[in-house]
């Protein structure tokens, strides 16, 4: 990533295969509890030029391809109240935007959307959450008291909650992943969305 973590080295390099465009809804591959982001600028600089404090994106990321491209992003939860418009057609500016940008190799990121995205842009695009009343509904209140992540598995939005060391799925149904938690969590999710435990 850029000056928020440090990532751990596998040893070899990891090739950078994945090519994003902007609006491209991506996620952390290093991050064990990723949030949503979004593609916002492609700049022709590579991560060994690319500048994060004293070092570089690639000097962060030792692991992937440091000539790669960087993929610079913005996490949507922050791009939904700074640029609630943003479509992907133009890259946005980093000087114009006021909120944490961070620079990826792009072997690090995840492309949510991976199977046509070009045709799928506009779902691409959505948040995660998009259309689905209840999901967002309930992720605000368990954020009242847990961080919740959110992504999107088959078209529709899974909540994502750890508890006591376990993560929990929730899925836009209502179900939840096996564990000491499910039953009230189920219970918390049917008042949402009307699924059974």
Same mark, same amino acid.
């Given at each position: ?14 090739p950078?295969?994945?090519?994003f ?8 591959r290093e991050?064990d ?12 600089v ?5 500048d ?6 690639? =000097? ?5 391809d440091a ?14 109240e700074?640029k ?8 946005i500016?980093?000087?114009?935007? =006021? ?14 959307e991976a199977?046509?995205?070009?045709? =799928? ?7 995660p959450?998009?259309g689905?009343?209840g999901?967002?509904?309930?992720k605000e209140?368990?954020?009242e008291t847990?961080d919740v992540?959110?992504h999107r ?5 899974v909540l994502t909650?750890t508890?006591a060391?376990?993560e929990?799925?929730?899925?836009? =149904? ?5 564990g ?13 969305l009307?699924?059974?435990d």
């Amino acid at each position: 990533m850029s000056s928020q973590a440090q990532p751990g080295s596998d040893g070899g390099r990891l090739p950078d295969t994945n090519s994003f465009e902007l609006g491209d809804t991506v996620l952390d591959r290093e991050d064990d509890d990723p949030n949503t982001a979004t593609v916002i600028n492609c700049p022709p600089v590579s991560c060994d030029a690319w500048d994060v404090g004293e070092e570089t994106v690639a =000097d962060h990321n030792p692991a992937y391809d440091a000539e790669a491209d960087v993929i610079v992003v913005a996490f949507d939860d922050d791009l939904a109240e700074a640029k609630p418009d943003y479509d992907g057609t133009d890259p946005i500016p980093l000087a114009e935007v =006021d909120i944490p940008t961070y620079a990826f190799p792009p072997g690090r990121l995840v492309n949510v959307e991976a199977s046509g995205r070009e045709c =799928d842009s506009h779902r691409a695009n959505a948040s995660p959450l998009e259309g689905f009343d209840g999901v967002r509904e309930l992720k605000e209140r368990l954020e009242e008291t847990s961080d919740v992540g959110v992504h999107r598995e088959d078209g529709e939005p899974v909540l994502t909650i750890t508890k006591a060391g376990r993560e929990y799925r929730i899925r836009s =149904d209502g179900s939840v992943s096996d564990g000491p938690f499910q039953s009230k969590l189920a219970d918390v999710a049917a008042e949402f969305l009307g699924g059974d435990d």
